[in-house]
């Protein structure tokens, strides 16, 4: 079975910390992505990365930054936590072929006060 | 642009009951289209892939269709149990890239 592992499933920040958001998949995919979820907005692309060191924007890449220095692991980084960023964040992959499927993380829920 | 649609928002059903969630897309050129089920505080569970040139794919109890034509797919589920409790969503893959557009979700209730 693919295994998608967020590291951290609650994180309480403060407003200005840099946050750190880790995510690792174990099925050699191609392509990962960062969504977050808020309730009435459902899931919104942040980041999107098809291989090692490439990356593209999503819809809403404002005030986040993303890392992919090794296929298996895909990073968020918030530089500047500000509370409108209080969200759940859900990493998800995919294999490079066109019919694959998409497999989920079980989700960081992040606050910051 | 691509739009997807879950209506009804919200759905509570008898145990036993046999149910349809519905999804509709403004797109018919699509890749793909996955259905999943979200609990609360949880990641996504993916439950059905339908590719763009299938009609139909079955898991156990669940029954997905898809209808390119008419920009429509359905979840089936069957027999339902208090188990299947839980928010319901689809996503289309939209051609030529890797993007999935998600549907807002069906939040499901199976009472005992």
């Known amino acids: 079975d693919v295994k998608v592992t967020q590291s951290s499933r609650y994180l309480v920040k403060r407003t200005g910390e840099k946050v750190f958001l880790e995510c690792v998949q174990d099925m050699d995919h191609e392509n990962m992505f960062w969504y977050r979820q808020d309730p009435g907005l459902g899931l919104r692309l942040i980041y999107f990365?098809?291989?090692?060191?490439?990356?593209e924007k999503g819809d809403i890449p404002e005030g986040y930054s993303v890392s992919r220095e090794k296929k298996e692991r895909f990073s968020l980084i918030l530089e500047s936590a500000s509370t409108n960023q209080t969200s759940m964040y859900l990493c998800?992959?995919?294999?490079?072929?066109?019919?694959?499927?998409?497999?989920f993380g079980e989700g960081s829920r992040l606050t910051v006060l | 642009k691509q739009e997807v649609t879950q209506i009804p928002a919200a759905l509570s059903v008898p145990e036993g009951e046999n149910l349809v969630l519905n999804c509709s897309f403004t797109d018919s050129a699509i890749y793909n289209l996955q259905w999943f089920r979200q609990d609360p505080g949880k990641g996504l569970t993916s439950l059905l892939l339908?590719?763009?040139?299938?009609r139909e794919q079955t898991s156990g109890r669940l029954n997905a269709s898809l209808d390119k034509s008419s920009g429509r797919s359905t979840l089936y589920i069957a027999a339902s149990q208090p188990g299947d409790s839980a928010t319901y969503l689809c996503a289309v893959r939209t051609s030529g890239t890797y993007k999935y557009i998600f549907g807002t979700g069906t939040r499901l209730k199976v009472l005992a």
């Open positions: 339908i590719q763009s040139s299938q």
């Open positions: 998800a992959s995919i294999a490079g072929q066109n019919t694959g499927e998409l497999f």
């Open positions: 990365s098809y291989d090692v060191k490439m990356k």
